[in-house]
């Protein structure tokens, strides 16, 4: 848990427009933490087109600017509720969990005409293959090897031992690729270079965040879909 004297900043990258429903989100976590000592003290936002330097610009903003001890990740479709805010964290602890990673649906492949949703943690196979961590357990706190940026709460000792491996200049959000169509995406990319300094991630299942697409990808929407393949 997230200690009383600790301080956090909730910090998004965003391409100039957000969604209503995101900017709804920020508000009731930052209302809810008033009344639950869950304080939120105060907030970056990046903006720009190219989110991998968008996500380095808020990383080294929060370190050297802001001082606070956590940084809350949240992307500008993904929609934070009381009830996400207060899991990550009573969760966290910047000894044995620096990041906690919350719960939201992305849906590469279609199935017809309805999207294969999919959580956004992972875990890995090779150098360059991870795999979606699925199916979901239920509401538990489980550890994995990298996740989306779009929901990660942060310890400030993250960014202290990533720089003194890799030094202030290093970027830390780019993608790693080989010849052809071998790859990662910068948000892996960071949470590997995460785990060669020793820093573990985890999840919590129960932090479960709409992302609005075309429609809110969800947890009522991938347990419907799952249940109807598995049935």
């Given at each position: 848990m997230i200690l009383s004297d600790e301080t956090v900043s909730i910090g998004w990258c965003d391409n100039g427009v957000t969604d209503g429903a995101f900017t709804e989100g920020l508000m009731v976590a930052m209302l809810s933490g008033l009344g639950s000592g869950r304080f939120i003290h105060n907030s970056i936002r990046v903006k720009g087109n190219q989110i991998a330097r968008q996500r380095q610009v808020l990383i080294?903003?929060?370190?050297?600017?802001?001082?606070?001890?956590?940084?809350?990740?949240v992307d500008s479709d993904v929609v934070l509720t009381a009830d996400?805010?207060?899991k990550l964290y009573e969760t966290a602890d910047s000894k044995t969990k620096p990041m906690v990673s919350g719960i939201y649906f992305i849906a590469?492949?279609?199935?017809?005409?309805?999207?294969?949703?999919?959580?956004?943690i992972f875990d890995n196979v090779d150098e360059y293959t991870v795999r979606y961590h699925h199916p979901l357990p239920k509401d538990t706190v489980i550890k994995i090897d990298s996740a989306g940026m779009g929901l990660v709460l942060m310890h400030r000792s993250v960014v202290e031992k990533l720089r003194k491996q890799f030094g202030n200049k290093h970027f830390?959000?780019?993608?790693?690729?080989?010849?052809?169509?071998?790859?990662?995406?910068?948000?892996?990319?960071?949470?590997?270079?995460?785990?060669?300094?020793?820093?573990?991630?985890?999840?919590?299942?129960?932090?479960v965040a709409?992302?609005?697409?075309?429609?809110?990808?969800?947890l009522d929407y991938y347990s419907l879909y799952w249940s109807k393949q598995n049935s």
């Open positions: 080294d903003t929060w370190y050297d600017n802001l001082k606070t001890d956590w940084l809350l990740w996400v805010w207060a590469k492949e279609s199935n017809g005409s309805l999207p294969v949703p999919m959580p956004v830390m959000f780019a993608e790693s690729n080989n010849i052809g169509e071998q790859f990662i995406g910068e948000d892996i990319a960071f949470f590997r270079k995460c785990a060669e300094v020793g820093i573990p991630l985890y999840a919590h299942t129960g932090a709409k992302h609005m697409k075309t429609m809110p990808w969800d």
